[in-house]
């Protein structure tokens, strides 16, 4: 469908608007006034279109996509859903009539930042792909009220600040009461063990109402809309029992425990910390939409028999695995189901995306914890548990296999084999990490089920990440190729034909220094420091992590600074090293590392000797909107994980399809980068992940590599004693003594690849080859792919058929 709005009806809704909401004409509205009544009208515009697009959805009997996931990083809305419904041209006239400019209310949104890095944000860029293929989906999270913290260095170290997102953000709700549902906690179970699990008594439990929150996503040309639907915890009726009896703390208390389940996101990026209202959350969100799931489906279906064909429920991560228990309690004790029906039904509907290997984020739950608060979900997970031991043993597995697959182990609950026993597909986000969990992580399940695994490469929704935020590399590609590519990625290959066309290389050039004055300009502004836009822009932009090695590439920049400060003459292209990244508030290191880049950055940036030279920037509160001005203006992408430890990455793709190089190691996705550009196009350095476990097993000694490479022991050694007056000697340590993440081990290779960037930097218009072969091979990368792949391979999912077949 597809909204044929004249400019002169823009006009007369958005001053409806004004007058309505701030009874004020638009000759005194402000740009922020402005912006909500355009905003307001988009949004009304979407929820018609996804009325339309779900009833045709119900009418044609198509397969519906749930995905489960407790964060989501969907940024901006208004550019992505005027672009998108194909409205921005009648908009920014109407606007403009009105003396307003639409870019300047684009910079009024506030980022919903529900989400932590690439895991949320690949959650919102398969959203965009969903509605744009047409397949209708709803996407289920948290309506936290204070999201991702906004970050705020005060003499280089991370303080966080509340994200105050909801004020502005609930501009984009729509708050359905009608539909909300309770949550029941505590629920002290009677001890009925009944082979079908049918007589449970709930006794003296907590009642939390989950309220809804419907947000949308347009497809592009308004094919579909996808709903993202956020719970809100809001304390049930007063306990008026409670308070009659005396017990007033009781009846008060259960509201305050109320509020604080949606309170916040927990900042925590790779990493589980195994706190009781972390838990509570989990459950909140899955009870709450596994039980709306249901009333959709019965709504018009008689039985959830054929639940499997009707709906896919897909698990982002383990975190709402807690989904499966919920199903079987709701189906055994509430829809008199037999234990074997219902999980038949319940391992067709269920499916399951790992998303990282590092062991601190393998989600595992104290089994005394988990008892606790979820009493029927704990007895549910051990019959799940036990039934899963009893077929391993029936088929003669051994015996401490099937423990080490048990749900339930050592005390714990674990999650990653809740998830995998309990579901029919399970899946890694790049042929790298998916071969890694078929070999180590989930070798046991896999030589016992292969059938169950998959592989799906993670992808962006490249209309957001080029066709917006690069408006002027978009502009020169359709001129080129036409504008097919953005609803078919592939199609970027045609730009192959102009790789060796001077023409069109001076003009990217020339686009790409564009972005970049643009970006220096942004960087001026926001934080008052100048950028040379001729320089090298070299940009690190990820959650900061030990595994992702920001302090590989700051202490290289450190020796680059020892040299040019040896010799300041010396042949020394201009290079700017952009560094954005949060730490998760509890992790010590990752803020130490942070505060060295600060350290850094202040010292060589004040120093005459190097700063027309060298300058290091850490640009606070890393955050959609920041990556969507910053890619563009990108020239080298550091993806330079340990192989073996990035699941994916999805940053390496954003920069890739704004023609910037990577500069990388063989690890997630840009091994398949890799093979897409080939060697001439890519700057690989470092260790394989076969190399890698070698290393580990013949033995690793940092020291020894100290010894053997000057360039590395003189940056080390210039920290040892402290850097800039700040005591660094846990970095130190840390490199020297253990180096887990062999950030030494790659050092004198990474050096290597730097150094050839540069020698390639220095040919521009080969560079500009380079990039523009980027920019032509990253279709494969589209979220688009990755969706069909999910909806074909796991789902079973097909589009709604357009409205006139
Ligand atoms: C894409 C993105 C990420 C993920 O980056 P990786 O390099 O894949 O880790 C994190 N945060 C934001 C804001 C992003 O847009």
Not at 313 to 331: D, Q, S, Y
Not at 629 to 647: D, F, K, N, R
Not at 783 to 802: F, K, L, M, Q, T
């Amino acid at each position: 469908m597809n909204y044929k709005l004249t400019a002169a009806q823009i006009q007369d809704q958005i001053k409806e608007n004004l007058s309505h909401h701030f009874g004020i004409g638009p000759e005194a509205a402000t740009d922020e006034q402005f912006y909500k009544a355009t905003a307001g009208m988009v949004r009304d515009l979407l929820v018609r279109e996804r009325n339309e697009f779900f009833e045709r959805a119900g009418r044609t009997g198509t397969k519906m996509v749930y995905y489960l996931c407790m964060e989501f990083l969907p940024g901006r809305s208004l550019r992505n859903s005027l672009y998108n419904l194909g409205l921005e041209t009648p908009f920014r006239e109407a606007l403009s009539a009105l003396g307003v400019n639409l870019e300047s209310l684009y910079e009024q949104e506030v980022d919903a930042g529900l989400g932590n890095g690439g895991l949320g944000r690949l959650a919102s860029c398969f959203l965009d792909s969903l509605a744009s293929m047409g397949y209708p989906a709803m996407g289920y999270s948290l309506r936290y009220e204070y999201g991702i913290f906004r970050q705020k260095l005060v003499d280089g170290w991370q303080t966080e600040l509340p994200d105050f997102w909801l004020p502005s953000g609930r501009i984009w709700m729509q708050e359905i009461p009608e539909s909300s549902v309770e949550v029941h906690f505590d629920g002290h179970v009677e001890e009925h063990w009944d082979q079908q699990y049918h007589t449970v008594v709930h006794k003296d439990y907590t009642s939390v109402t989950a309220v809804p929150y419907d947000m949308f996503v347009s497809g592009k040309d308004g094919r579909g809309v996808s709903v993202l639907r956020v719970w809100k915890a809001q304390s049930s009726e007063f306990d008026m029992k409670q308070f009659n009896g005396g017990n007033y703390m009781r009846a008060v208390e259960q509201g305050a425990m109320a509020d604080i389940i949606t309170k916040v996101l927990y900042p925590e990026d790779n990493h589980l910390e195994g706190k009781s209202l972390r838990l509570t959350q989990q459950y909140f969100l899955v009870s709450a939409t596994i039980q709306d799931i249901i009333r959709r489906h019965l709504y018009s279906h008689s039985t959830l028999d054929d639940l499997p064909a009707c709906a896919a429920i897909h698990l982002n991560e383990t975190h709402p695995v807690l989904a499966v228990p919920e199903m079987m309690r709701i189906m055994l004790d509430e829809c008199g189901y037999t234990w074997e029906a219902a999980w038949d039904i319940v391992t067709r509907v269920f499916a399951y995306t790992n998303h990282t290997i590092m062991a601190e984020a393998l989600e595992c739950w104290s089994e005394d914890l988990f008892k606790l608060r979820l009493p029927r979900i704990y007895q549910i997970v051990e019959e799940i548990n036990r039934r899963f031991c009893a077929e391993m043993h029936a088929r003669g597995v051994d015996g401490y296999k099937v423990g080490r697959m048990a749900p339930l182990n050592d005390g714990y609950v674990k999650m990653a084999n809740l998830a995998i026993v309990s579901s029919h597909s399970v899946n890694g986000v790049s042929r790298l990490h998916s071969e890694i969990l078929k070999d180590s992580l989930f070798h046991d399940f896999y030589t016992e089920m292969p059938e169950k695994f998959q592989n799906v490469t993670n992808g962006i929704a490249h209309r957001r990440w080029l066709c917006q935020a690069n408006p002027a590399l978009s502009d020169l590609l359709d001129s080129l190729i036409g504008n097919g590519y953005a609803t078919d990625a592939r199609q970027l290959e045609k730009l192959l034909a102009y790789q060796d066309d001077t023409d069109v290389l001076k003009q990217m050039l020339e686009i790409k220094h564009e972005n970049k004055v643009d970006f220096s300009n942004w960087v001026k502004r926001t934080t008052g420091v100048s950028v040379d836009p001729d320089s090298i822009f070299d940009v690190q932009a990820k959650r900061m992590h030990e595994y992702k090695r920001q302090h590989l590439n700051a202490l290289h920049i450190l020796s680059l600074y020892q040299q040019l400060r040896e010799n300041p003459n010396m042949d020394f292209t201009p290079h700017t090293y952009f560094f954005c990244a949060k730490a998760a508030p509890g992790y010590y290191f990752a803020k130490q590392m942070i505060r060295f880049i600060a350290a850094l950055a202040k010292t060589i940036n004040n120093d005459p000797r190097v700063n027309q030279k060298l300058k290091v920037l850490f640009l606070e509160n890393y955050s959609v909107t920041m990556a969507e001005h910053i890619m563009p203006a990108a020239e080298i992408s550091e993806q330079i994980s340990l192989a073996g430890t990035e699941a994916s990455g999805t940053g390496n793709m954003k920069f890739m399809i704004n023609s910037a190089v990577t500069l990388g190691t063989l690890d997630g996705a840009n091994v398949e980068i890799h093979e897409a550009v080939g060697d001439e196009n890519m700057i690989l350095f470092g260790m394989t992940t076969p190399q890698v476990a070698e290393l580990k097993t013949t033995g690793y000694h940092p020291n020894v590599i100290l010894q053997n490479n000057p360039v590395a022991r003189a940056a080390v050694e210039e920290i040892r004693s402290g850097f800039a007056g700040i005591d660094f000697r846990d970095l130190v340590d840390s490199l020297t003594n253990v180096d887990p993440y062999m950030v030494l081990a790659d050092f004198d290779a990474y050096a290597q690849a730097q150094k050839k960037a540069v020698a390639l930097y220095n040919d521009r218009l080969h560079w500009m080859k380079m990039g523009l072969i980027n920019t032509a091979m990253a279709g494969r990368f589209a979220a688009d792919r990755a969706i069909r792949e999910y909806a074909e391979n796991i789902w079973g999912a097909s589009p709604v058929p357009e409205q006139n077949s």
